[in-house]
């Protein structure tokens, strides 16, 4: 067995280095400077007018295509609604979107070669929003006509255009592949290394890998993970209606599993029900601060400050690592420290 | 209630907590939890546990104030 996990180590070492050498053949496009058209509106608008006042500017697609949409948007002060419509040739809606102070970008939409027309519209009143909402398709979230103030003088400074979407090569979803793969590699070493050095892990979930008492101890830890992880559902779900929507992320996501984790993990290892009857301290524990370790590495970067950890108001995407890296070494401080209170007790006892 | 039959027939057969866990297949902290009675066995650990300390099960878990 031992000989047939190094081969498998090495034929993984060996796919890993070939995928990383044609890997390397996939030229990082560097983005281009993206340049915007840009306008100076001054408008007056009048509650109750029949056409609400608008400006129309005109982009062009050079070739059939992906394309993703930038409109900014940025009035001098509060008040007024700006609305955009973006349409094709024979005057269908390609995209639309409204907003007070809005930098929007879209999706990924196909485009046909052409001239497209971006309508922008100025809206205060009422049944100006409404008018335009119904034509644009656009559902009225979180906007409320009758806060807007109506009749007023007001300098927008108006940002718009697009770019061709990027499309990857073959390379890079064989460096996806190469990244799993060498995950996997990481896994099997770390494996390896732990039982080497006499380390006993023990990851298939047997059925007899935990003893009866030790079964009721995880039932508890399983029914407590799961109401934490309702409870933090529903402390974000009621922050997210006092618009503090720091938590609505993937990040945000990832955080209540963490959560969840600590609480089933440390209701096992206070109850003496987390390591298995196949496993020994020093496995586990090598296991645990592996994790740990290696996602924190990947996080580093946001622990040092180079990159922040809120980014729009809600926690980064690529904070999860440092995330559970942090939740696996307070697993393990808890882990060691439940072991030394055994040992003392045991020696109390006379064991 | 602590569980002082079952530590004494133990300890006449020179056992210490980690050799009954290993013989009966359970966990040394469910022996301990058992002496000291915090925990319930089910009937078929009851049994094991008799069957490697050589004892009936009135012998060690049967409740004198009950």
Known sequence: ???KGKILISLLALICLCFFVTGCGEKTDEREDLSLEQAQVAVSVTDGVAAPKGSVYSLSVAEDGGYTFYINCKPDKEGILTGCVVYDEEDWPVFCCTGEEMQVESQNIELKAGTYRVEFCYLTNQNDVVAF???GWVKPDKIDPYTFSKNGDFNIHLEYGLEKSQKHS???????ICGFLFAFLIIMLVRWGILK??????????????????????GIAYKRAFFALLFYIAVVSALSEMDISIFMSFAGMWLGVCIALLVFVITCIVHDAYMSLYENAKGVTMLISSVGVLNILCGFEYLTGEKPILEDGVI?????????????????????GRLRYNKKQWEEDGE | MKNLKMKSARAALDMSQQDLAAAVNVS????NAIEKGDYNPTINLCRSICKVLGKTLDELFWDEEL
Do not use: P
């Open chain 1, 316 to 336: 980064a995407a690529n904070c999860v690592n440092l995330m559970v890296g942090i939740t696996f070494l307070i697993i393990v401080v808890v882990f060691v």
């Open chain 1, 197 to 218: 050095t006499g380390g006993r892990i023990d990851l298939r979930c047997k059925a007899d890998s935990y003893d009866e008492r030790q079964q009721l101890a995880r």
């Open chain 1, 133 to 135: 909402l119904k034509n």
């Open chain 1, 1 to 3: 067995m031992m000989h």
């Open chain 1, 170 to 176: 073959m390379y890079y979803y064989l460096g996806v």
């Open chain 2, 28 to 31: 040394r902290q469910t022996i």
